[in-house]
């Protein structure tokens, strides 16, 4: 105030009667204040209110009862059949595609989704893919010991001609096999790669072999039908075997004899501690394993724990888990089934979790049967997990950042009906956490609610970097009946009559997948 005293009695003469002038200005100025204020509020609740694909706003609180049940769909459904001109795959192919999907289950099964675009895309016939007997799983199962190849096959005949190995074909009037030239795609190859670089030599040869065929293929392409069709494939096409379905069925109709229960992706493992640098709260000898583990698997990078922490960047202990879900007032009655690998740490680690939610299964725990034993760890094993999870009333994954796993069954969840998942903010909830280890656990669990109740439980939201289009493949896989956007509009309830009438345009059986490739 003694300032602006100064200031009127100095220029007094010159601006006279400022002083007055100032205060009503002032004035205005608090009064525009105000009202940006209260319209800003009003958007804000505008926004938070209005649900459907702009996000899921805020909830003011976490009602149980409706977490059980799938999330609020704003008028949308799952839908990848195309919904512009989508011819058959000609009679007459540019040659044969074959690749080779490396990584664990949920990383190959992205894999074999590119594939099958990658080969619409150049026109050429998929030979079956091939899954990697991966260093970390030590399992050949092979794609026809886990999925349904005759399915895939038959689901995908609109789109792809595919093949379950290299045929024999004629070239110069000679019947002679054909050998793949091998090419390494280039990571997050744009489509262009495939129409240019891929094709001449597909041309040339008659045959290429993508290896290695991970993240081969960029996620997010300006082309919807080209994204349904990965949605087909993910969703539709990719069935697991019989036996892996059946024995997923019996373990989700014995948890739920005793009524609703959710799946936990517990992420507290020794890859993925070690990928995330996460050493500290371990003793020496462990740090020693999970250091080693680092330095033998990953890029070296220097990280601090607990810069690492601080942001985010650590998987949740088991018992920061059950501290979240009690937060969120689910009680100790509540039944959990744990899709995990060995936990690092072990039982140390799981005991106040357990303590706290008692109610612990796992698909070993639950079901009996002679196929598990040997597959608890390998890819069989993760399917059933993958198939539990995805039928659960509720998905909890604990580090969805670099987990292929959590993050397809986020978007698989999201398909099948917008079926409720919560995915912990852990960067918001690390300064909490940090604090109640410090001693402050006053307001805690409120904290922790408070943090809850900002995120989004499994509705349609819009796909923001650096979340995947297999995480959420909304809008392009989604359609609303009645649409304000022409493009979101559902497609015809007879569209497989009209794909059925196109292929039989092509061939004169819609059954078949034969093929023959251009004579170079």
């Not at 978007?411 to 917008?418: C, D, M, S, T």
Request: charged share 25%; hydrophobic share 35%.
């Amino acid at each position: 105030m003694r300032r602006a005293g100064l200031y009127n009695r100095q220029h007094a003469k010159q601006v006279g009667g400022g002083a007055s002038v100032k205060a009503k200005v002032g004035k205005l100025l608090l009064a525009v204040v105000v009202l940006l204020i209260c319209t800003v509020s009003l958007l804000f609740t505008s926004a938070s209110t209005s649900g459907g694909a702009a996000g899921s706003g805020y909830r003011s609180e976490i009602n149980l009862e409706k977490l059980w049940r799938s999330a609020d769909s704003g008028g949308w459904r799952p839908s990848s059949a195309p919904r512009s001109d989508w011819p058959p795959p000609p009679s007459e192919t540019n040659g044969y595609l074959r690749v080779r999907c490396n990584g664990g289950l949920n990383q190959q099964r992205t894999a074999i989704c590119n594939a099958v675009l990658a080969a619409r895309i150049m026109n050429a016939t998929l030979v079956l893919p091939e899954l990697d007997a991966n260093s970390f799983w030590h399992d050949d199962s092979g794609f026809q010991g886990i999925y349904d190849v005759e399915h895939f096959i038959r689901s995908l005949r609109f789109d792809v001609k595919i093949v379950e190995k290299m045929p024999e074909i004629r070239k110069n009037g000679k019947t002679k096999k054909i050998k793949a030239v091998q090419l390494r795609p280039p990571r997050d190859a744009p489509i262009s790669w495939y129409t240019t670089d891929a094709l001449q030599k597909m041309k040339e040869h008659g045959a290429i072999y993508l290896t290695p065929f991970s993240h081969r293929l960029a996620e997010e392409i300006d082309n919807a039908e080209y994204q349904r069709l990965r949605c087909r494939v993910n969703y539709h096409a990719l069935i697991f075997k019989p036996n892996i379905m059946k024995l997923s069925q019996s373990i989700v109709d014995k948890l739920r004899t005793q009524g609703h229960f959710m799946s936990i992706h517990l992420r507290f493992e020794m890859d993925m501690l070690a990928f995330a640098g996460c050493f500290d709260i371990f003793n020496p000898k462990e740090q020693e394993i999970l250091k080693k583990y680092r330095n033998e698997n990953f890029a070296p990078k220097k990280l601090v724990y607990k810069e690492r922490r601080a942001i985010g960047k650590c998987p949740l202990t088991p018992e920061e888990v059950g501290l979240i879900l009690r937060a969120m007032e689910f009680n100790n009655s509540t039944r959990i089934y744990l899709a995990a690998g060995e936990l690092f740490g072990g039982e140390r680690f799981m005991k106040p979790f357990r303590a706290l939610f008692p109610h612990l299964e796992n698909h070993s725990s639950v079901e009996h049967s002679d196929e598990l034993p040997e597959n608890t760890q390998g890819l069989i094993g993760s399917a059933v997990d993958y198939m539990v999870c995805l039928l659960s009333d509720i998905f909890m994954p604990t580090y969805d950042g670099p987990s292929n796993f959590a993050n397809n069954l986020l978007g698989h969840r999201l398909y099948y009906g917008f079926r409720t998942t919560i995915r912990p903010d852990r960067k918001a909830l690390a300064p909490i956490f940090i604090d109640r280890e410090k001693g402050r656990k006053s307001g805690f669990e409120e904290a922790v609610r408070q943090v809850m109740l900002k995120t989004n439980l499994g509705g349609p939201h819009k796909r923001i970097s650096p979340e995947s289009f297999y995480t959420n493949s909304w809008p392009e896989c989604f359609c609303q009946t009645s649409p304000k956007n022409p493009a979101d509009k559902c497609p015809p309830d007879n569209v497989l009559e009209i794909l059925n009438s196109q292929l039989s345009q092509e061939n004169d059986d819609p059954e078949s997948n034969s093929t023959s490739v251009r004579e170079r």
